[in-house]
């Protein structure tokens, strides 16, 4: 899978807070509504021919060249029906709940990042901020409304049970209830296609935290506590890259540390994390592969196969530049991020965190690779 290449901003981004109200209902948007022509069910759609299509966006086509039945602007619509995909993943959704989720959007914004609708309706799934579901510029992060979404679906009891319009219903509370149900077909074949393209990285938000405290680590013996509470996604004050640093790995913490306060994305391409398209942000392993691609070292794509790369080295005679793998076991780890130095490290942590440096304190390295 291509990401969509761009060039690398140097601003820092700061976390989106997570609205803690209660979720309300949304109403379906005008904008939705004006264009359903009716609630014929798509179930003669050409799934085989719609998944070939959107393969081949995913895989870099020009998406104005690739036509798609009720995709009308596939070159926007594919890349947010991958964010949903993508974050109904990384929440640990089941496949039936992103299908919702997609059925969902293709009614109420038709896939679009739409900014307006019926009342103050806004974005992909037309939520309305007087209604709870957060602030119009968090409702307008593809991400974000994605995870509104699955949180208020997954309140619903029994909602695996019901049909997708039920459970659709359940949570948008829609004028027009049962317009969902036409879109069960396409959506089923987005989600299938879509999540065959993310490789199992095994970043799916375990939930667990790595609070166990390691040895000190590094041959400065440092393990970052002398830092202090760092602020997630700043760069500690006082904190420069070790002399001596091989010039690889000074240019590899370099990148990572310019991608300081963007978003977590699992599936992440890691390959324009300051820009709009949610799916160029980063997950662990990409932001470690795109890190040492700009040092002219190539990484293989997940963490399950970057534990493979290099040479093994001990987490007590570290060197900046080294990756440490946490979480899950020593040989299927699911969890990386690189040594930086002075005790430090830099990842991409999980669902709703920046791109941030911790402690080596706070890390249980399960296993350490030197690439450089």
């Known amino acids: 899978m291509k990401g969509l290449a761009a060039g690398i901003g140097v601003v820092f981004l700061s976390p989106l807070l997570l609205g803690g109200g209660?979720?309300?209902?949304?109403?379906?948007?005008?904008?939705?509504q004006s264009t359903t022509s009716s609630l014929d069910c798509l179930s003669d759609v050409d799934t085989s021919k719609i998944a070939d299509q959107v393969t081949k966006i995913l895989d870099g086509a020009d998406a104005s060249k690739?036509?798609?039945?009720?995709?009308?602007?596939?070159?926007?619509?594919?890349?947010?029906?991958?964010?949903?995909?993508?974050?109904?993943i990384s929440l640990g959704v089941p496949q039936r709940g992103q299908i919702v989720a997609l059925a969902t959007a293709m009614q109420e914004s038709r896939l679009r990042n739409l900014g307006g609708g019926d009342r103050d309706s806004l974005g992909l799934f037309?939520?309305?901020?007087?209604?709870?579901?957060?602030?119009?510029?968090?409702?307008?992060?593809?991400?974000?409304?994605?995870?509104?979404?699955?949180k208020a679906l997954l309140k619903v009891h029994g909602w695996q049970q019901m049909t997708v319009t039920q459970a659709a219903q359940a949570v948008q509370k829609s004028a027009y209830p049962n317009a969902y149900a036409q879109w069960e077909a396409l959506a089923t074949t987005l989600q299938k296609t879509i999540a065959a393209t993310f490789p199992d990285s095994g970043e799916k938000e375990s939930g667990k935290t790595d609070d166990k405290p390691a040895p000190a680590t590094g041959c400065d013996t440092a393990d970052g506590s002398s830092y202090g509470?760092?602020?997630?996604?700043?760069?500690?004050?006082g904190y420069k890259i070790p002399k001596g640093t091989d010039p690889r790995a000074r240019?590899?913490?370099?990148?990572?540390?310019?991608?300081?306060?963007?978003?977590?994305?699992?599936?992440?391409?890691?390959?324009?994390?300051?820009?709009?398209?949610?799916?160029?942000?980063?997950?662990?392993?990409?932001?470690?592969?795109?890190?040492?691609?700009?040092?002219?070292?190539?990484?293989t794509r997940t963490t399950y196969t970057q534990v493979g790369e290099g040479n093994t080295v001990s987490p007590k005679a570290l060197k900046p530049g080294d990756l440490l793998f946490s979480r899950g076991t020593a040989a299927r780890p699911e969890h990386v991020g690189m040594y930086?130095?002075?005790g430090l490290?830099?990842?991409a942590p999980r669902t709703g965190k920046p791109v941030r440096i911790t402690p080596i304190k706070d890390w249980v390295v399960l296993a350490a690779r030197r690439v450089i």
């Open 345 to 347: 490290v830099i990842e």
């Open 66 to 88: 690739v036509h798609i039945k009720d995709l009308d602007l596939p070159g926007e619509q594919i890349p947010n029906a991958q964010t949903i995909v993508a974050t109904g």
């Open 126 to 150: 037309q939520q309305r901020p007087s209604q709870g579901w957060g602030t119009a510029a968090q409702i307008h992060d593809p991400v974000y409304a994605s995870e509104q979404f699955y």
């Open 22 to 32: 209660a979720m309300m209902m949304a109403t379906s948007s005008e904008a939705a």
């Open 340 to 342: 930086i130095g002075e």
């Open 229 to 237: 509470p760092i602020p997630e996604g700043a760069v500690p004050k």
């Open 251 to 299: 240019k590899a913490i370099v990148w990572a540390m310019q991608q300081l306060g963007t978003m977590y994305q699992w599936g992440g391409s890691c390959t324009n994390p300051h820009g709009p398209d949610a799916m160029a942000r980063c997950d662990c392993s990409s932001l470690m592969q795109q890190a040492f691609a700009h040092a002219g070292i190539t990484l």
